[in-house]
């Protein structure tokens, strides 16, 4: 498939499959949240969700499994980034390290290592509460990757304790609310729209082309065009590729339970 009549969509297609297709040294940014390996159950009753509300479909891999899926999905995003591009991919820390094993293996540069904290846990009778995700920010050449520290608060902004805004955002301690979608159907897993609007800001431009492999819900999509950035979105559930293209098609962030 050329370029152009990849962009500015979410294909129902495995997404090792559809970066094959893509040129080499074509995309700008790659923003994405794959499966943990954690025997994921979606429709449990928790997250404050209605189970009937959340979409089926959900396709989880096996842990004796992860490491390969994970430096195929990995090495295609290598090849298609280019030198001034960037990769955010979330995870947890039950399988982390075959992400960070991966992305050795396959020549990214580690820049940081990000914690999105968010506002509630697991809470667990024989060990502390989880109550955050990892997030690798990887790059291929460390001189040429894209990096905007001005983008959200310039020097001079303070907060209302005369602290540095800047300085604050740019920690690598994320604290930032997941999104309730109370009433709204929804998948399974998606990543705050902030979250994303902050990578954004840092590490891209207005016209660059962005990519999410894993895309569920679109949310990664929908906030890049929001900022007027190009996208490509790979979903292999058909339920949640129907899900994410009728928000863009519709330009819907959320979209109601029509059955109440």
Not at 16 to 42: Q, W
Not at 214 to 221: E, I, K, N, P
Request: hydrophobic share 35%; aromatic share 12%.
């Amino acid at each position: 498939m050329q370029l152009e009549n990849a962009l500015d969509r979410i294909h129902n297609l495995d997404c090792v499959k559809g970066m094959r297709s893509l040129p080499e040294s074509s995309i700008d940014l790659v923003i994405t949240d794959p499966p943990f390996a954690i025997d994921f159950k979606p429709k449990r009753g928790n997250y404050n969700r209605t189970p009937g509300r959340v979409l089926d479909g959900y396709t989880e891999i096996s842990v004796a499994n992860y490491r390969a899926f994970t430096l195929q999905w990995m090495g295609g995003a290598h090849r298609l980034l280019k030198d001034s591009g960037a990769l955010f991919v979330f995870s947890g820390w039950n399988n982390l390290k075959d992400l960070l094993l991966a992305a050795d293996e396959l020549g990214f540069l580690t820049v940081n290592h990000l914690i999105w904290k968010y506002q509630f846990g697991v809470v667990c009778k024989r060990r502390f509460v989880t109550s955050h995700y990892h997030c690798l920010y990887l790059c291929k050449d460390d001189r040429k990757r894209k990096f905007f520290n001005n983008a959200r608060y310039g020097p001079e902004a303070k907060t209302d304790t005369g602290r540095s805004k800047r300085y604050r955002d740019l920690e690598d301690v994320w604290d930032i609310p997941r999104e309730y979608w109370h009433g709204d159907i929804k998948t399974p897993t998606k990543l705050p729209a902030e979250l994303i609007r902050k990578i954004l800001a840092y590490t891209s431009e207005p016209g660059d082309i962005v990519l999410d492999p894993f895309a569920g819900s679109g949310q990664v999509l929908v906030v890049s065009r929001e900022l007027q950035r190009r996208y490509i979105g790979y979903e292999i559930v058909p339920e949640y590729h129907a899900f994410a293209q009728k928000r863009l098609e519709e330009n819907q962030y959320r979209i109601p339970d029509a059955s109440g």
